[in-house]
């Protein structure tokens, strides 16, 4: 573990967060900047950089990442409205953590990607 990463040192509790949710393969913080009512971080607990080092060994990591985003998203009240879950890879697409990690936003009329 990368102990200049920012989400390692949550995950390590070396820097504070509300952690909302965690388990063996992943765990839950709200975004410190949100973009819209809701803004969670869906993170995997063992540091991983890029979707480029994806191998089978990841594959429960993947689901379990995508089942907490689906369960949260049920706690916080949005499932039915809707939700959206958003992966940055790299320089165009912003990203800022290179520890791979889905964004939840919701609780409003997101703008359309298309
Ligand atoms: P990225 O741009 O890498 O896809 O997303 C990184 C996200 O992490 C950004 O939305 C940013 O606001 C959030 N972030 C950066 N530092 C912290 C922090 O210390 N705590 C939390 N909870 N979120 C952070
Ligand atoms: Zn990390």
New binding site residues.
């Given amino acids: 573990m990368s102990v200049e990463c920012?989400f390692c040192n949550?995950k390590n509790k070396q820097?504070p967060?509300d952690i909302l949710f965690e388990d063996d393969y992943c765990f839950v913080?709200?975004?410190?900047?949100p973009v819209a009512p809701v803004h969670l971080?869906v993170v995997p607990n063992n540091h991983f950089t890029y979707l480029d080092n994806l191998t089978d060994d990841f594959a429960p990591v993947i689901f379990k990442m995508f089942e907490a985003a689906k369960n949260m998203a049920f706690s916080k009240g949005v499932s039915e409205s809707g939700y959206r879950l958003v992966i940055?890879q790299k320089s165009d697409?912003?990203?800022?953590?290179p520890h791979l990690?889905l964004?939840l936003t919701a609780g409003t009329k997101l703008k359309s990607l298309g």
């Fill in positions: 920012i949550i820097i967060s913080i709200n975004d410190i900047n971080l940055n697409a912003g990203q800022e953590i990690h964004h």
